[in-house]
């Protein structure tokens, strides 16, 4: 099921901390839902167009994407529980896990979970991801401080540590301001792997 597929949360349950969300969880407000997006249009590097597919399984209450190819090998992106998370960063995950099919990584074997080519890949998607906000659907700084204010807690909610935390929002931060496109950046990315298609 889990073939190269690529996953916003992964990192973070790979850090593990087992149980330590229920073990606040039973204390903790409840949980706020919110409406789900529309998602945003997306194309593989090969010009496949990537659909977006809701699931109901995942960790409860965690909102999370999944960028992979469907057992029918078409790519798709899995949206679990994106209703526990408000729409700016719903917006981000899809723009995150399209950035994976818009990369390549998806077709390519997969680094080791957490190894710093795993980590390269993440922060690339999120550049990606960023960067889409800001170019397509106009977000300013107001814009941006809502979706590293949504990471923020998102990552908090999991139990992330701060240093993981504010190395991501640094990485957006320095995106957000990146001169050129995003699609500029992709290009960037597959010519580096070699697979830009003329
Ligand atoms: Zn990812």
């Given at each position: 099921m889990m073939q190269r597929a690529t996953f916003l949360a992964a990192v973070l349950f790979a850090l593990g901390l087992p149980g330590f969300s229920s073990a606040w969880g039973q204390d903790a407000k409840p949980a706020e839902t919110y409406q789900v997006v529309k998602p945003p249009a997306c194309t593989n590097n090969k010009g496949e167009t990537v659909g977006f597919v809701e699931t109901?399984?995942?960790?409860?209450?965690i909102a999370a994407g999944m960028a992979r190819r469907d057992p029918g090998g078409k790519p798709v992106v899995m949206r679990s529980?994106?209703?526990?998370?408000p729409p700016v960063f719903q917006s981000f995950i899809d723009r995150h896990e399209c950035a994976h099919h818009q990369t390549g990584d998806v077709d390519r074997p997969h680094p080791p979970r957490n190894g710093p080519e795993h980590l390269m890949n993440e922060s690339i998607s999120d550049c990606i991801a960023i960067l889409r906000l800001r170019d397509?659907?106009?977000?300013?700084k107001a814009g941006f401080e809502k979706v590293a204010g949504a990471l923020r807690s998102e990552m908090e909610k999991i139990g992330f540590p701060e240093i993981s935390i504010s190395s991501r929002i640094s990485n957006i931060t320095n995106c957000f301001k990146r001169p050129g496109t995003s699609k500029d950046f992709v290009n960037k990315v597959l010519k580096r792997r070699g697979l830009l298609e003329q």
């Open positions: 109901s399984r995942g960790r409860p209450g529980n994106y209703s526990a998370t397509e659907e106009g977000y300013d």
